[in-house]
């Protein structure tokens, strides 16, 4: 059974994030779309609403569920018996920054990391700018799907 592990904030979950899940459900048995938390942290959403934003995304499959954890992916993913790490890149700035990673979680581990490409139309996304677009009263409609419009 392939095990995998789509880690990251999802604060929120953005039509990027889905592009990925949705292109990696043929590859995998299994999806854990693991919601990582830290308390030194401040999201704009709490991490219920993000839960239940993925969970009404995917409620209708049974290959994914959502988890949280804290601490390194590397040991969750042990934990979870997932052999794979499920990153998406949208650019060369994040291909660099995930390759250093990935081997570390290799080694540290034994985990393999597969990254996904995102599909162009959704590149330019990132919770982060979503986020910054939501403050200020911009329309971020095009940006995430409806369960976050919501």
């Known amino acids: 059974?392939?095990?995998?592990?789509?880690?990251?904030?999802?604060?929120?979950?953005?039509?990027?994030?889905?592009d990925i899940i949705e292109r990696a459900l043929p590859l995998f048995d299994e999806i854990i779309i693991a919601i990582g938390t830290n308390a030194a942290k401040q999201y704009m959403?709490?991490?219920?609403?993000?839960?239940?934003?993925?969970?009404?995304?995917?409620?209708?499959?049974?290959?994914?569920?959502?988890?949280?954890?804290?601490?390194?992916?590397?040991?969750?993913?042990?934990?979870?018996n997932a052999g794979f790490i499920i990153r998406g890149l949208r650019n060369t700035t994040d291909f660099n920054y995930e390759q250093a990673i990935a081997q570390t979680n290799y080694q540290l581990s034994g985990v393999d990391s597969v990254s996904i490409f995102t599909s162009p139309k959704y590149a330019n996304i990132s919770s982060s700018i979503v986020r910054d677009v939501m403050r200020n009263g911009g329309d971020y409609s095009m940006l995430v799907s409806s369960v976050v419009k919501k």
């Open 45 to 80: 959403f709490p991490l219920e609403k993000r839960i239940e934003f993925i969970e009404s995304l995917f409620k209708d499959n049974q290959k994914i569920e959502v988890k949280t954890y804290q601490g390194m992916t590397a040991e969750f993913c042990k934990k979870e």
């Open 1 to 18: 059974m392939k095990k995998a592990v789509f880690p990251g904030s999802f604060d929120p979950i953005t039509l990027g994030h889905i």
